[in-house]
């Protein structure tokens, strides 16, 4: 079975400060994606990015980056000087193989962890 | 660019009423989600739907959930009596195909309060 784990619930910086999303998951696959997704006061899911199993290269855009570390199971999110409006809840995700069948590949969400940017 | 679309952004019901929430895909997709999230929680998958039937379901998608395509546009998800803990946020999800390694695009979410 599939899990994400993250563990930080809440996260408070000042603006300008770094701070790093911890992601960590557990499958069975050796083929599988990871994501992150962005949820802001408003609701919506926004994507941020996706990441194959096979592909351990950091990925940087903008002020955001991402450290893939298969021997640790972890995909960390991190934002650089961060701003007020990067204020919301992040989702981990993972999603396995092609499931035989033709069932699509439903996403497994870690807990979410709240991060607040205060001036 | 092509979206999901999701109707109605809120929905409040009496507990034991049946709800209807509504979902039009990118027209394009085969695949189709539909996730809970309770408020505070993460979300949760309910089903995937493909080629007229379900592919996947989870725990969650008892026998008080259906999902429909009724025709060529719209994907809708049905609670038949709702329950006071069915009160979350429901998003809708679709797929060009069930490859990982296509993104699901997700629609605003549909609130659902049960009183």
């Known amino acids: 079975a599939q899990k994400v784990t993250q563990a930080q619930t809440e996260i408070s910086v000042v603006e300008k400060e770094d701070v790093t999303l911890d992601c960590v998951y557990e499958?069975?696959?050796?083929?599988?994606?990871l994501f992150w997704y962005k949820q802001p006061p408003s609701g919506e899911l926004v994507f941020l990015i996706r990441?194959?199993?096979?592909?351990?290269q950091n990925e940087i855009s903008g002020r955001y980056s991402w450290n893939f570390q298969k021997s640790t199971s972890s995909f960390n999110f991190t934002i650089t000087a961060s701003q007020v409006v990067d204020s919301a809840v992040y989702f981990c995700?993972?999603?396995?193989?092609?499931?035989?069948?033709?069932?699509?590949?439903?996403?497994?969400f870690g807990t979410g962890t709240q991060l607040k940017v205060e001036l | 660019e092509p979206e999901v679309t999701q109707t109605p952004s809120h929905q409040v019901t009496q507990m034991g009423q049946e709800v209807i929430l509504r979902c039009v895909p990118i027209?394009?997709?085969?695949?189709f989600y539909w996730y809970r999230q309770i408020l505070g929680q993460k979300v949760e998958f309910l089903v995937s739907?493909?080629?007229?039937?379900?592919?996947?379901k989870s725990e969650i998608f008892d026998d008080q959930f259906s999902v429909e395509r009724p025709d060529g546009s719209n994907f809708t998800l049905k609670i038949r009596s709702t329950k006071l803990e069915d009160s979350a946020m429901y998003f809708c999800?679709?797929?060009?195909?069930?490859?990982?390694?296509?993104?699901?695009?997700f629609g605003p979410g549909t609130r659902l309060t049960v009183l």
């Open positions: 990441r194959n199993s096979f592909d351990e």
């Open positions: 999800a679709s797929s060009p195909s069930g490859r990982i390694f296509h993104e699901q695009f």
């Open positions: 499958t069975r696959d050796t083929t599988y994606y």
């Open positions: 739907f493909y080629n007229n039937e379900i592919s996947e």
């Open positions: 027209s394009n997709h085969l695949y």
């Open positions: 995700a993972l999603s396995e193989a092609f499931v035989q069948g033709g069932g699509g590949n439903k996403l497994t």
